[in-house]
C-alpha cells in the first residue's frame, strides 16, 4: 500500500484516494511552508495558541481556504487537550474556533458531522492525526492522538460512536496522517506501561523497542493502527502515512524536534454540499 498522502500545492497534502472516489470530499493536512508567518512559526502556522500573530495565522487560514475552495466561515477548530472527548459537529458549530482559540469547542480533540460544507480541523505537531470517512452514511471525521489520546483508544472510541449511529465497521475507512515516527519519539516507562495496558501481548513487539535503561522508541501510528483493527476495521480499510514530522523538516512543524517553539499543521476534512448551478 503507497503513501495515502499526496502534496497537493506548497501548502497542503490530500488523500486523492478517497477525493476521487468522491468528488465533494474535501481531506488533507497542511505543511508548515508557503504562508505568512515569521520566526520560529514560519511560514504556514495554523495554531492560534503557539503565541504567533493572530492576524498571520488568519491570512495563512484564507490561503489555505482559497486554495481548496471551502471558506473559513464554514470551519470548525477545538480546544485540544489530549484527551478522547468527542463531539458530534452541526451548524450550531460553524466558526468556532476558527479565528479567535477564545471559542474553539472546549476540550475536544475527536470531532465528526454527517453536514455539507463544515469543514472539521484540528491542529498537530508530531500527534498523530486520525482520518475518518463512511462514503455509505456521508460521515466524516478527525481524530487528534497524542500519547495520552493513543493510549485513551480516541480513535476506537471514533468508531465505536459510529457503530452507535449504525455504521458497520466494514464501512469505515481510516487513515493515519503524517506525525512522529518511532525513531523519533522516544519515551519513558510510565507511557510504555499504559501502551502494554491497551494492546494484546502479541503485537507489542510491533511497537516498540528499547533503546537504553527505561527508554524506548514506540510507533504512535503503528499502535493507532492495532487499536483500529481491535475496533473493528478490516486492514484493507486503513492506510497510513510514512511521513514523519521529526524528520522530514522541510515540510513540517515538530514539538520535540523544535524544542516547542514551532507552529502547526492542520488536518481538515469536509463535504461540500451540491450546488444549484441553474
Not at 490561503?63 to 484527551?83: R, Y
Not at 472527548?85 to 482559540?101: A, C, D, H, N, Q
Not at 514539538?255 to 463535504?271: L, P, Q
Request: proline share 4%.
Amino acid at each position: 500500500m503507497g503513501e495515502p498522502f499526496v502534496q497537493q500545492s506548497e501548502q497542503f497534502m490530500s488523500i486523492p484516494s478517497w477525493e476521487d472516489a468522491n468528488s465533494r470530499l474535501v481531506v488533507g493536512f497542511t505543511t508548515k511552508t508557503g504562508g505568512v508567518s515569521k520566526g520560529p512559526f514560519s511560514s504556514f502556522n495554523m495554531g492560534l495558541h503557539v503565541h504567533d500573530q493572530d492576524a498571520a495565522v488568519r491570512e495563512n487560514k484564507e490561503i489555505l481556504a482559497g486554495s481548496i475552495q471551502f471558506p473559513m466561515s464554514q470551519w470548525v477548530g477545538c480546544d485540544q487537550v489530549h484527551d478522547a472527548r468527542i463531539e458530534k459537529i452541526t451548524e450550531t458549530s460553524i466558526g468556532k474556533g476558527v479565528t479567535s482559540y477564545d471559542t474553539a469547542i472546549p476540550k475536544t480533540d475527536g470531532i465528526y458531522t454527517d453536514k455539507e460544507d463544515i469543514l472539521l480541523t484540528l491542529c498537530f505537531a508530531d500527534c498523530v492525526p486520525l482520518y475518518f470517512y463512511s462514503p455509505n452514511h456521508s460521515l466524516i471525521g478527525l481524530a487528534h492522538a497524542g500519547w495520552k489520546g493513543t493510549v485513551l483508544d480516541i480513535g476506537g472510541k471514533m468508531v465505536q460512536r459510529w457503530i452507535e449511529e449504525g455504521v458497520s465497521p466494514n464501512e469505515i475507512y481510516a487513515a493515519i496522517g503524517p506525525s512522529i515516527s518511532q525513531h523519533a519519539y522516544i519515551v519513558d516507562d510510565f507511557v510504555l506501561d499504559r501502551v502494554k495496558g491497551i494492546l494484546p501481548k502479541e503485537t507489542l513487539t510491533t511497537v516498540y523497542q528499547e533503546v537504553s535503561v527505561g527508554q524506548y522508541s514506540i510507533d504512535l501510528k503503528q499502535i493507532n493502527l492495532e487499536l483500529l483493527l481491535l475496533s473493528g476495521l478490516p486492514r484493507e480499510n486503513i492506510s497510513c502515512s510514512s511521513y514523519c514530522t521529526s524528520t522530514h523538516d522541510q515540510h513540517f512543524f515538530s514539538h520535540r524536534r523544535d524544542n516547542g517553539k514551532t507552529g502547526r499543521m492542520m488536518s481538515f476534512i469536509g463535504m461540500k454540499g451540491v450546488r444549484d448551478n441553474g
